[in-house]
Every structure is written in C-alpha cells, then in structure tokens.
C-alpha cells in the first residue's frame, strides 16, 4: 500500500522550461514534507521541505506548492539545466512520532532535462 | 568528513548465504536507518534506530536483522539471502528530534543474490 502516491514516472523537459512533479499522500498524520534529489550512483540528498502551515515553499528555481485540503503537493523546477537531471522522491512524515524520523518516500521520478 | 559511509559498494551472494552490511557516519547524529530501494517501489524503511541502544522495524522488516553497534555505526544482516532481497540498499542518519531533521545518506549497497 502506498502512502505518498507520485507522478509521472518519468519526465523530458527542454532546457529553461519548468519541471513539474506531483505527489498525493493519504495519511493525514503527516505533516512535513520533504523532497530528495538523487545522481545515478549516490544517495538521495534533502533538496527544499515544506511544512503545511504554509502553501508555498521557494528556494532558488525550486518551488513546493501544497495543498492541504487535497492532500497533494508538488516540486516546480524553474528554469530547468541539464544538471538537474536526476530521480526526485516526495517523501512525507509526521513532525512528531516520539522517536526517529521514519520517512515515506514515492516512488520517484526520474528527470532528464534535455539541451 | 566522510557523512555516511557503506561497505562494501557491490556484493553477488548467491541464495541461501548470509552478509552484513555495514554502515558507519560521522556526523554523531543519534538516529540511523536501513532503506531498500528497487525500480518503481521508491525508497522503503526496512529497519531504524531512534537512538544508541534501540532499533525498530520499519516497512519490510522481514529477512533482515540489525544492529546498532555503537553511536556511530548500525548494521544489516541477511541470514539467508534470497533473490528477492537483490536490491540496493541504503544507510542514512540524522538528528533525533521532530521528522523535519534531514537524513544523511550514504552512496548506497548494490546487492545481487543468484
């Protein structure tokens, strides 16, 4: 059963064009939301969080949008480079669970920004 | 520093054998954690350790065992491998205190069992 559903599986986007990636979750436990970016041979790595006080995070050319009544959140990448391309995963936990930070990752997307 | 540190990078086992990964960070963070990751599955919480003394199961706990060996270091058994623990595995770590504290991963384990 999975708890953050992601989309698309895949995604060619044109250099300088804008990079979407959606993410539903049903677990209404959750709420902190970060996105990882991983590079073929390394481990995922934190690249921009949100929080569902807010329905806007931004940092860069990376933007999370979220919408908590739809339980649904989603990655912009403005201006797209070839450098980011890479898989990106949604991930979803609760703040506060007593111990340890178990995170629930989607089933990632993996981006290929094109020249 | 190193962050995360696995070893080995790729192992072939063939069914039936046992292995321990070993995982090690650097950071003295008080939280660790064992992922699997396979094609179109994600990321999947396989054991974690809160803090120094403790571990948990997460998501598909089952075939493995861990060990929380010191604050430092935190390993992953399998007993008896089978075919369809061919995966990579990763270790991460982070603080311990609310889920907004990033996790720290290492480059991962490519593990095949024959």
């Known amino acids: 059963q999975q708890q953050v559903k992601q989309s698309p599986q895949s995604l060619i986007v044109q250099k300088g064009g804008i990079s979407i990636i959606n993410c539903a979750y049903e677990?209404?436990?959750?709420?902190?939301f970060p996105w990882y970016q991983q590079f073929p041979g390394k481990g995922p790595a934190l690249l921009i969080a949100i929080r569902p006080d807010v329905s806007e995070k931004k940092e860069g050319r990376f933007t999370i949008s979220f919408n908590k009544s739809a339980k649904q959140f989603s990655l912009h990448i403005m201006d797209s480079q070839p450098g980011d391309s890479a898989t990106y995963f949604c991930a979803a936990t609760p703040l506060f669970t007593g111990g340890g930070n178990k995170l629930t990752f989607g089933t990632g997307t993996q981006l290929k920004v094109e020249l | 520093n190193a962050g995360v540190t696995q070893t080995p990078k790729f192992q072939v086992l063939k069914t039936g054998q046992s292995m321990t990964l070993q995982c090690a960070q650097d950071m003295n963070h008080n939280s660790m954690y064992w992922y699997r990751q396979d094609p179109g599955m994600g990321l999947r919480l396989i054991y974690y350790?809160?803090?120094?003394?403790?571990?948990d199961k997460g998501e598909v706990p089952n075939g493995y065992n861990v060990s929380r060996l010191n604050k430092r270091e935190f390993s992953l058994r399998l007993e008896s491998a089978a075919p369809s623990q061919t995966s990579v595995y990763f270790c991460?770590?982070?603080?311990?205190?609310?889920?907004?504290?990033?996790?720290?991963f290492g480059d991962g384990t490519r593990l095949s069992i024959l």
């Open positions: 991460a770590s982070s603080e311990l205190g609310p889920g907004d504290q990033p996790q720290h």
């Open positions: 677990n209404t436990a959750f709420d902190y």
């Open positions: 350790s809160a803090s120094e003394g403790t571990t």
